[in-house]
């Protein structure tokens, strides 16, 4: 089982990995309407209800599939607020192609007709609470019609973090879903089916950048309250501890400082203007920088030592010196690596 949010780090990662997430919803897509041939005969009337989301892009996706059903799509809302680039290229194309495919802009526009099956592809795993307006009422039909319903991924009106149902959530009759099952499914009465739609296992196992999601952030919160970083490195080599510094603040550090020696400031610099430095005299690190390293390092929550910085002894003695004193959290890298297996520190490592 996963999670609404979850599954929303899984898409990230697998377009990190190389599978994209529109080519996830053309697998999608394709589930739905297998889902469809699976409950409806051939010819019979197919009502697509869909979202201004990437549930309502899956189901875009999936009448492109389904030309041997006789199949009307609603768009529940404008066009032009479709909230995805990718959702709104499929709606484009249903467009371009002449497909039966209209805009229901408010509650009053509501009709489903007398469908076979309805295709409920209103909100996704991202909604908690009551159904809200067009939708309200577009569930309400859906749930007085006759017609067989399938539910895209999860049924409108339930929450993909709680698992909780809204009083006025869509009563499938079957849900396609994707991937994995998520919280709440198996309370329903319909049927579940879990379709694979090509989510590498790596994107659940490897940390990729679906994992930044996970960090939240405070409306009201101000620049440091999301950590500051301190990166000790460079000398011989400005690529490293560059590199770690973006990757720093790519990973959600508020500020990133860069203690390098003043030879290779410049350069360092060069990579990112978002890097600040702090640079000591000099080529390389010496035991004569403790001291105002481990000043700049008390005002930081974390410190990266390593990157670029060399392996010449009084490079390495300063390296050793710095982490036996230093008691915060720290990320050994690279050089700085040969001197931890000797070293008596508090430092979290």
Same mark, same amino acid.
């Given at each position: ?5 979850e ?7 697998? =377009? ?26 051939? !010819?019979?009337?197919?009502?697509? %209800?869909? #979202?201004?989301? $990437? ?11 389904l030309?041997?059903?006789d199949? !009307?799509?609603?768009?529940? #809302? ?13 709606w484009?194309? @249903? ?23 309805? %295709?409920?592809?209103?909100?996704g ?29 999860v ?9 909780? @149902?809204? =009083? $006025? ?20 009465d ?55 510094a ?10 990133? !400082? ?66 036996? =004193? ?7 890298? =690279?050089?700085?690596?040969?001197? %931890? ?9």
């Open positions: 089982m996963i999670r609404g949010s599954m929303a780090v899984v898409d990230g990662n697998a =377009a990190a990995l190389g599978v994209p997430r529109k080519q996830l919803m053309e697998s999608s897509g394709n589930a739905i309407a297998d889902a469809v041939r699976e409950h409806a005969a051939e !010819r019979s009337d197919v009502c697509i %209800v869909a #979202g201004r989301g $990437n549930n309502g892009g899956d189901a875009f996706v999936a009448a492109r599939f030309d041997d059903f199949v !009307r799509v609603r768009l529940l #809302g404008r066009a032009g607020t479709i909230s995805t680039s990718i959702a709104r290229e499929n484009d194309a @249903l467009q371009a192609a002449a497909y039966d495919a209209s805009e229901w802009r408010d509650s009053t526009a509501v009709d489903l007709g007398s469908p076979d099956l309805v %295709v409920d592809a209103m909100l795993t991202g909604i908690s609470g009551d159904l809200r307006e067009p939708a309200a009422t577009a569930a309400a039909a859906i749930n007085d019609s006759d017609a067989t319903v399938i539910s895209v991924d049924p409108s009106g339930l929450d993909a973090e709680t698992g909780e @149902l809204a =009083a $006025n959530a869509v009563d499938p009759d079957h849900v396609v879903t994707f991937h994995d099952t998520k919280p709440g499914l198996a309370d329903l319909a049927s579940v089916t879990v379709a694979g739609i090509g989510i590498p296992p790596a994107a659940t196992t490897f940390v990729e950048r679906g994992d930044l999601r996970r960090i939240g952030r405070d409306p009201a919160s101000h620049k440091g309250d999301h950590g500051e970083v301190l990166v000790i490195g460079g000398g011989p080599y400005t690529g490293a501890p560059a590199l770690a973006r990757a720093a603040l790519r990973a959600g550090a508020d500020l990133v !400082r860069v203690t390098c020696p003043t030879s290779v400031a410049h350069e360092v610099q060069g990579y990112s203007e978002d890097i600040i430095l702090r640079p000591v005299q000099g080529t390389e690190f010496e035991p004569g920088h403790v001291g105002p390293v481990m000043e700049f390092a008390a005002e930081h929550d974390a410190l990266v030592i390593g990157p670029g910085l060399g392996a010449a002894d009084p490079v390495l003695e300063t390296a050793e010196a710095i982490l036996e =004193a230093y008691g915060g959290t720290a990320v050994v890298d =690279a050089d700085a690596l040969q001197v %931890v297996p000797g070293i008596e520190t508090d430092a979290t490592l």
